[in-house]
């Protein structure tokens, strides 16, 4: 292994940009300290642990239950 490397040629990965896509999303205020509490307790970033939780739904095809007052 060597002491320096030379990473002044590298490129970015050109498909970094296409594994996630950014949105503007809305959420109670409630939701996000729910969300952030919990990740902190497991050591990550609160977005990464919305998005674990949503690709969880995806893959279970999980749907919500809408009840409306």
Known sequence: MKKE???S???QNPYSRMLKQQITIR???ETIS???KL???????YQNLINM???DCVSSHRKPVLKWA
Do not use: H, T
């Open 9 to 11: 040629k590298s490129k």
């Open 39 to 45: 990740a902190q307790e497991k050591g990550i970033s």
């Open 27 to 29: 959420l109670e205020k």
């Open 53 to 55: 939780y949503l690709r």
């Open 5 to 7: 490397y030379d990473f």
């Open 34 to 36: 729910y969300f952030k």
